[in-house]
């Protein structure tokens, strides 16, 4: 199984492509909770087609690290998908993200704009610019934090992109969700009208979460297209991979 070492982390990957692909990349990020295995559906749809890699965030899935707290924050996950970018010879890619996976791909553009040719966001939001809701939102995952540390991996539920999903330990989870999960400052929602490359945004219709964040990161990023699944949830490439894969196919079409 491929890893990218990072200091005491290995991040896992996979790589559907070669070092002298010449095909359009994406790169999926999975959000809290889940694992790379939430984009089964999108690799047998797209794989043939285009460049897709795959990863499992620090505390997820496939990848290891130490349980040291500093090894865990959203600059650690952009570095992280820098370095793997960097390590399979990537310039350029399409980021595709689902809920933390969104929210940490708009972070990435703001840091590397240059890098980024287009944008899938699935279920996700930018954040928040008053810090009152941030600290909301950081005490919900702490709390959510909390709960694996005494519950186990019993504790983590999520929806139908989670329970997919396998992990190494609960303790990951709950590094994750105090260092990654957690919002620090107004950076991603700040930089929303600023984005210059083709975005897709993508929601479920029973998604009441983000179906408001969904609305207004179409009205703040100049030619966002936003697509609403019907019959689906928060993960809803799992709940409805049919209706997603046709708005990713008109998406993708232009690259």
């Known amino acids: 199984m491929p890893y990218l070492q990072r200091g005491d982390a290995k991040i896992f990957y996979e790589d559907n492509g070669t070092a002298d692909d ?21 690799v047998a749809a797209f794989g043939h087609m285009f460049r897709l890699v795959r990863w499992d965030v620090r505390g997820h899935g496939r990848s290891e690290a130490p349980d040291d707290m500093a090894a865990y924050s959203t600059d650690h996950v952009i570095a992280d998908m820098a370095a793997l970018l960097d390590d399979l010879g990537l310039d350029k890619v399409i980021l595709a993200g689902h809920s933390l996976g969104g929210f940490m791909s708009l972070r990435f553009h703001s840091f590397y704009p240059e890098r980024v040719t287009g944008l899938i966001l699935q279920g996700s939001g930018p954040g928040f610019r008053n810090a009152e809701a941030r600290e909301k939102w950081n005490l919900v995952a702490c709390e959510k934090a909390d709960r694996l540390e005494t519950e186990g991996l019993d504790a983590l539920g999520g929806g139908a992109e989670a329970r997919m999903c396998t992990h190494l330990s609960a303790k990951g989870l709950a590094n994750a969700a105090r260092g990654i999960l957690t919002h620090t400052d107004s950076r991603v929602i700040e930089s929303l009208a600023g984005i210059a490359v083709p975005t897709l945004i993508i929601v479920g219709a029973a998604d009441s979460n983000f179906l408001g964040a969904a609305e207004y990161m179409e009205k703040k990023i100049d030619g966002a297209t936003r697509v609403v699944i019907a019959d689906a949830h928060h993960g809803c490439n799992v709940d409805q991979p049919e209706a997603v894969n046709r708005a990713l196919a008109d998406f993708l079409a232009a690259f």
């Open 22 to 42: 010449a095909r359009t990349a994406i790169l999926w990020t999975h959000g809290y909770g889940a694992t790379s295995e939430m984009w089964q559906g999108q």
